[in-house]
């Protein structure tokens, strides 16, 4: 009940997914301003104007919320992945190419989301595997793995383990990513055609 002694209306779902919204999206931002550790559940209530206790509501803990965070911006690249992936390619290999490329381009166009995603991921080292299972990570290395096998088997790729390509390829680019997001952002003047060379240079050393 308020003040006045009479109950409030319950929120309705769309309300609640509202708030949710609105929850993850003001942490996100001030997760990449300020860094985790200066952002309690307290502080993120009082940015959004409302007491700590309707946050546990939606987030029992920070790590509930670092997790949704998390969680969201990955399937929103498996998203950017699929899309790229139905638009068709001349060749595996070309497709392989887009799909890295379209991979540091969601982060380059969302630098904060990266930079908070890789803050999350060092908070998160007492168990990497609870973010690395994620589902949509696990469909989008199946995703490449698959692109890399297919790439072999017409020819355009080097016959080797298709896993180590697939972890050598996305290290490489991850890097590329990392580097202009979080590590020196601004350092590089044209990180897409960075990244494009880098693409491009590791692709043609796999031929066979």
């Known amino acids: 009940m308020n003040a006045t002694g009479t ?3 319950a929120r309705s779902a769309e309300e609640q997914a509202a708030l ?12 990449a301003e300020r860094g985790l ?16 206790g309707t946050l546990y509501l ?12 998390w969680r969201e911006d990955f ?3 498996e998203a950017a992945f699929k899309d790229i992936a139905s638009k068709g390619c001349q060749t595996p290999l070309d497709c392989l190419a887009a799909v890295l490329k ?11 989301h990266f930079r908070v995603s890789f803050l999350i991921r060092q908070a998160r ?7 690395s299972r994620t589902p949509s990570i696990m469909r989008m290395r199946s995703m490449l793995e698959e692109l890399v096998k297919n790439a072999i088997e017409n020819g355009d790729v080097r016959r080797d383990d298709p896993h180590l390509i697939t972890d050598s390829l996305f290290q490489a680019v991850y890097g590329v990513v990392a580097m ?19 693409i491009d240079g590791l692709l043609k050393g796999l031929r066979p």
């Open 58 to 69: 939606y987030f029992p803990s920070q790590t509930d919320l670092f997790s949704e965070i």
């Open 7 to 9: 109950r409030k209306r």
């Open 37 to 52: 550790e200066n952002v309690s559940m307290r502080k993120l209530a009082a940015e959004l104007g409302y007491s700590p």
């Open 180 to 198: 202009n997001t979080a590590w020196a952002p601004g350092v590089q003047a044209c990180p897409d055609k960075t990244v494009e060379m880098v």
């Open 75 to 77: 399937d929103n690249l």
């Open 125 to 131: 080292s007492d168990c990497p595997e609870c973010l």
């Open 20 to 31: 949710k919204r609105r929850i993850v999206e003001t942490a996100r931002q001030l997760f």
């Open 102 to 112: 379209g991979y540091a381009r969601y982060w380059f166009e969302r630098p904060d």
